[in-house]
């Protein structure tokens, strides 16, 4: 049975009213990612990527800054002294993702938004850097990215119909394997199964998800959304035949592509964030449930969109490590599979939409 839409546009007015007021743009929202685009701008990007490939792997260097800007409180509740929406993490994280950052406020925001759905208290003052792990299909091994320089490592685990939060201390239970030549700015630390049940909760693994779906999709959009913004630059000053190249339907047909994929994901992503943000009912966390899906998906499939484009449109200078291209591009394929490859994210959001009431989306 199908159900009334959580937001009317009365026609007289135009005036939106309900939950998804916060899916238009507003000042303050716009402030907020011109800060960040800012701050991370100048600490960290592409250069300071390609320099982490010296080093073993990333020792969350810079993450005091971050911290201390208050980024990492964003988008946590009042009482956990946390300060705006999931709207706003959502904002910010998608300008970390385009300035490729290197340090764990993506896994942090993970960790913290899972315990958050738990009830689990976060303490946000105390700035220690967190992660989500994931388990493999065999149960034995867990991986979390950002995970080497995390100070707790949470687990969801399905527990009948419900799922329980499990605890890894890196301190004593450390990676067995760190991986970073892929991506050294966010290497991917694997860990034995194991830890200590802290939380429980009556929702599904899918349900508790949701939100770290949601964030992920912002980073990736923000991946996305600066590989595009390269290959247009490129494109609109390299020349063949005394013309630029971003003239020839080949190179704009492809970007222009890539814009709408991210236009795409982003309003999946901006609309799954209000929902979880404004869920009461049972039927609105399916909601927020079946759009988080749908949005990493979409995210994910654009950032590998838009970094394949990003090399393609700079040619052989593309395969080139002083090039840009190959840092989007490893960070796309790094991050995506994380949480369910696009495929799967559209196929779990079709069994569970499939499985309860019919929505209108």
Same mark, same amino acid.
């Given at each position: 049975?199908s159900h009334?839409?959580?937001?009317? *546009?009365?026609p007289?007015?135009?005036?939106?009213?309900?939950?998804w007021?916060d899916?238009?743009?507003?000042?303050?929202?716009?402030?907020?990612?011109?800060?960040?685009?800012r701050?991370?701008?100048?600490?960290?990007g592409?250069?300071?990527?390609?320099?982490?490939?010296?080093?073993?792997?990333s020792?969350?260097?810079g993450?005091?800054? =971050?911290?201390s800007?208050?980024y990492?409180?964003?988008g946590?509740?009042e009482?956990?002294?946390?300060?705006?929406s &999931?709207?706003?993490?959502?904002?910010?994280l998608?300008?970390s993702?385009?300035?490729?950052?290197?340090?764990? &406020?993506?896994?942090?925001?993970l960790?913290?938004q899972?315990?958050?759905?738990?009830?689990?208290?976060?303490?946000?003052?105390?700035? $220690?850097?967190e992660?989500?792990?994931?388990?493999d299909?065999?149960g034995?091994t867990?991986a979390?990215?950002d995970?080497?320089?995390?100070d707790?490592v949470?687990?969801?685990?399905?527990?009948?119909?419900?799922?329980?939060?499990?605890?890894? !201390?890196?301190?004593q239970s450390?990676?067995?394997?760190?991986?970073?030549?892929?991506?050294?700015?966010?290497?991917l630390?694997?860990?034995?199964?194991?830890?200590?049940?802290i939380?429980?909760?009556?929702?599904?693994? !899918?349900? =508790? @998800?949701?939100?770290?779906?949601v964030? &992920?999709?912002a980073?990736? *959009?923000g991946?996305?959304?600066?590989?595009? !913004?390269?290959?247009?630059?490129?494109?609109l000053v390299?020349?063949?035949f005394?013309?630029?190249?971003?003239?020839?339907?080949?190179? $704009?047909?492809? &970007?222009?592509?890539?814009?709408?994929?991210i236009e795409?994901?982003?309003?999946l992503t901006?609309?799954?964030? =209000?929902? *979880?943000?404004?869920?009461e009912?049972?039927?609105?966390v399916?909601?927020?449930?079946v759009?988080?899906?749908?949005?990493k998906?979409?995210?994910?499939?654009?950032?590998l969109?838009?970094?394949a484009?990003?090399?393609?449109?700079?040619?052989?200078?593309?395969?080139?490590f002083?090039?840009d291209?190959?840092?989007?591009f490893?960070r796309a394929?790094?991050?995506?599979p994380f949480?369910?490859?696009?495929?799967v994210?559209?196929?779990?959001?079709?069994? @569970?939409?499939?499985?309860?009431? $019919?929505?209108?989306?």
């Amino acid at each position: 049975m199908s159900h009334s839409a959580p937001a009317r *546009i009365q026609p007289e007015s135009g005036e939106i009213l309900g939950r998804w007021q916060d899916l238009m743009p507003s000042q303050e929202r716009a402030e907020l990612s011109a800060s960040a685009s800012r701050h991370f701008g100048e600490r960290f990007g592409p250069d300071v990527l390609r320099a982490a490939f010296d080093v073993a792997a990333s020792d969350g260097s810079g993450w005091g800054s =971050v911290v201390s800007h208050g980024y990492a409180a964003i988008g946590m509740p009042e009482e956990f002294g946390g300060i705006g929406s &999931l709207v706003d993490l959502v904002a910010v994280l998608e300008e970390s993702g385009r300035a490729l950052l290197s340090v764990p &406020l993506l896994a942090t925001t993970l960790a913290w938004q899972t315990r958050v759905a738990f009830g689990s208290r976060v303490d946000v003052e105390s700035g $220690k850097a967190e992660a989500l792990g994931v388990v493999d299909v065999s149960g034995t091994t867990i991986a979390a990215l950002d995970g080497n320089v995390a100070d707790r490592v949470v687990v969801v685990r399905p527990c009948g119909t419900g799922a329980e939060l499990h605890q890894i !201390d890196p301190s004593q239970s450390p990676p067995h394997t760190v991986y970073d030549q892929t991506d050294p700015g966010r290497p991917l630390a694997v860990f034995a199964a194991g830890g200590t049940v802290i939380a429980t909760s009556d929702r599904s693994v !899918d349900q =508790v @998800l949701a939100p770290a779906r949601v964030l &992920l999709a912002a980073d990736l *959009i923000g991946v996305a959304v600066g590989a595009l !913004d390269r290959s247009i630059s490129h494109a609109l000053v390299r020349q063949q035949f005394a013309r630029p190249i971003g003239e020839f339907q080949a190179i $704009k047909h492809r &970007l222009a592509d890539v814009y709408v994929g991210i236009e795409r994901a982003r309003s999946l992503t901006r609309a799954a964030a =209000v929902a *979880i943000g404004a869920a009461e009912t049972a039927t609105e966390v399916d909601d927020g449930t079946v759009l988080s899906l749908l949005a990493k998906a979409a995210a994910g499939e654009v950032a590998l969109d838009a970094t394949a484009a990003f090399v393609q449109v700079l040619g052989a200078m593309g395969l080139t490590f002083e090039a840009d291209a190959h840092l989007f591009f490893r960070r796309a394929q790094q991050s995506v599979p994380f949480l369910g490859s696009p495929a799967v994210g559209y196929a779990r959001a079709a069994t @569970l939409t499939a499985a309860g009431s $019919k929505h209108e989306y």
